[in-house]
């Protein structure tokens, strides 16, 4: 089975300030990736960042990038220059590879960015 | 690439009626539609894999008979919720292999 956990419930942030959201994770598989989503009130799922397992390259998105830890499971998101328009529900998660495509993601992390 | 457009975004229904929710893949052929469900301020859980022209896969808990999937075509999954209650108003999204999103749909059942 597949486990995705976000230990922060919520995070606060200020305006041009970084902050960093959590994500650990628990696969049998070698082959998988993992995602960041960010959810607003409008509750629209946008893809934030995707990682594949097999790359040893962190992934970044301008102003949003990941630690991939594979060896210790983690899977964090770091958001530079934070923006009002960052404040939302992020969800990490997580697919397994080959076919088996289904998502499983995290209870989510809500962040308010503060002016 | 990979956009799914869902429909409705909204939808209010009386109890013990049915109301369907589509998912059209606009620029790929879909064979595979997952539907997830959120509670408020909840994470999203899979209810089902949605398959092309075959019975779709329930995850466990999620009554067969409740939520019906149809994915008759490659471009179109459909989540009817029958018979619905007050316990069934949720936010139901689907999502695609590539994990692209439909727009969601907030069922209210009153």
């Known amino acids: 089975a597949q486990t995705v956990t976000q230990s922060q419930p919520e995070m606060s942030v200020q305006e041009a300030e970084t902050v960093t959201l959590s994500c650990t994770y628990d696969?049998?598989?070698?082959?998988?990736?993992l995602f960041w989503y960010k959810q607003p009130p409008s509750r629209q799922m946008i893809l934030v960042i995707r990682?594949?397992?097999?790359?040893?390259q962190n992934a970044t998105e301008n102003r949003f990038s990941v630690n991939f830890q594979k060896a210790a499971k983690s899977f964090s998101l770091k958001i530079s220059d934070s923006q009002l328009g960052d404040a939302a529900m992020y969800f990490c998660?997580?697919?397994?590879?080959?076919?088996?495509?289904?998502?499983?993601f995290g209870k989510g992390t809500l962040l308010t960015v503060n002016p | 690439g990979a956009v799914v457009s869902q429909h409705p975004s909204r939808v209010i229904c009386k109890s013990g009626t049915s109301v369907k929710i589509e998912c059209r893949s606009l620029?790929?052929?879909?064979?595979?539609m997952f539907w997830y469900r959120q509670f408020p301020k909840k994470s999203l859980m899979l209810m089902a894999t949605?398959?092309?022209?075959?019975?779709?896969?329930?995850e466990q808990g999620v009554e067969k008979d409740k939520f019906l999937i149809n994915h008759a075509s490659l471009t179109l999954s459909t989540l009817t919720v029958t018979s619905a209650h007050p316990e069934d108003s949720s936010f139901y999204i689907c999502?695609?292999?590539?994990?692209?999103f439909g727009q969601g749909t907030r069922l209210t059942v009153v």
């Open positions: 949605s398959n092309e022209g075959s019975k779709a896969t329930y």
């Open positions: 696969t049998s598989e070698s082959d998988y990736y």
């Open positions: 620029d790929f052929q879909a064979t595979t």
């Open positions: 990682q594949e397992a097999y790359k040893q």
């Open positions: 998660a997580l697919r397994g590879g080959g076919s088996n495509y289904k998502l499983t």
């Open positions: 999502m695609t292999t590539e994990a692209f």
